[in-house]
């Protein structure tokens, strides 16, 4: 089934049991007079509301690309899911106020058997509507659906919580109302942070899956012309589409006709195995000539000395005009340019009759 498609109609079952539970959590609520009970019934209005704007953000995300937006529009579900994160900050907000007013002005509350059940129910369904939610936003990697389908288990906890209240009140008289309203509202308001700040790091840019990019790299280590993959770079442009790019090592007597079937092969299946758009750029390597030999592995030992370099590759001597080239990776943390000075003095004192040019990589993939 096509995965927007499957989204809302998740979405769709998501709201119908809130409204559900929305109707009869206010009926049990001020018929009991019990704030707790009603900040669970505005919580579960909060995710209907939710997953109508997943429903929204989700036909929007799904837009043809154009030519203004030829990567097309599937970084609105994470503007969805910032939207989703504000609500959420926002019931909690408003639930923290109405349970210190419960506090400072508390009003006894009355419970029947009726209720109970009522309130036993409504924590079955949404337990299981949030296993079934999540379990879809797994399945077909839709991070609206795994954030609802966490926050509907975590409401059936507290609904459990707001039923146990409620039976210590009907038996022992002791009000837990306002109590257990304030530290809904916190629990609510603590998840609407970590969700927003889940989404800001989707949009900033955050590393690479390492076991995505273990999987790649042994995908494209797989030819036999290949003898390193370096320089992985994957960049998202929603959820379910990543455009990347990636630098191979292959001997320097390769012809353009072997280059070009082997990148045309590695961009081909690693599409259609892994759905990403990857370009492949050559990286060629000495084989013959002793001497760069040489260079390289003095290079390999120097290099291996420095605890933030943490990798070296792209090595290449061009013997015609005496110049070696070749990449660095440096930790974030570390005197990049420092660094790059010292190996550079060194290489030079050691072989002055060739000239060293390195390029200094980002760490951004494992």
């Known amino acids: 089934m096509d995965r927007n498609r499957k989204i809302i109609q998740t979405s769709i079952v998501g709201i119908a049991v809130n409204l559900v539970l929305v109707i009869f959590k206010m009926i049990v609520g001020l018929m009991a007079n019990s704030i707790a009970i009603i900040l669970d019934a505005v919580n579960n209005m909060g995710d209907a509301l939710s997953s109508i704007i997943t429903i929204i953000g989700t036909k ?86 795994v954030a ?62 390492s076991e995505l990019t273990e999987k790649l790299k042994e995908k494209v280590n797989s030819y036999g012309e290949v003898r390193g993959t370096y320089d992985l770079t994957l960049h998202n442009y929603g959820p379910t589409k990543l455009i990347g790019s990636v630098h191979i090592e292959v001997e320097d007597d390769l012809t353009a006709r072997d280059i070009h079937r082997l990148t045309r092969q590695i961009t081909m299946d690693v599409y259609l195995e892994f ?15 002793e001497k760069v030999m040489a260079v390289r592995k003095y290079l390999e030992q120097l290099v291996g000395k420095y605890s933030e370099i943490l990798q070296m590759h792209g090595f290449y001597a061009d013997l015609e005009n005496q110049s070696i080239t070749f990449d660095l990776i440096v930790d974030f943390k570390a005197d990049v340019q420092k660094i790059k000075e010292d190996v550079l003095a060194k290489l030079r004192e050691k072989y002055s009759e060739f000239t060293f040019d390195v390029v200094l990589d980002s760490d951004y993939s494992d």
């Open 60 to 145: 929007l995300a799904g837009k043809a690309p154009d030519k203004k937006h030829p990567y097309g529009y599937g970084r609105i579900e994470y503007l969805t899911s910032v939207l989703i994160a504000v609500i959420v900050l926002m019931a909690g907000l408003t639930s923290v106020r109405e349970s210190a007013d419960k506090i400072l002005h508390p009003q006894a509350a009355s419970y029947s058997v009726v209720s109970l059940v009522i309130i036993a129910v409504a924590v079955v369904a949404k337990f299981v509507c949030g296993r079934y939610v999540k379990a879809v936003g797994e399945k077909i990697h839709a991070q609206s659906l």
């Open 148 to 209: 609802s389908g966490s926050d509907a288990f975590f409401d059936s906890v507290l609904s459990f919580a707001t039923l146990v209240a409620a039976v210590v009140n009907m038996f022992w008289q002791v009000s837990l109302e306002g109590i257990l309203g304030l530290v809904i509202s916190l629990i609510i308001i603590k998840a609407g942070v970590e969700m927003l700040l889940e989404t800001l790091n989707s949009i900033i840019g955050e590393r690479i899956d």
């Open 275 to 289: 759905g990403i758009v990857l370009t492949v750029g050559i990286y060629a390597a000495n084989t013959s000539d």
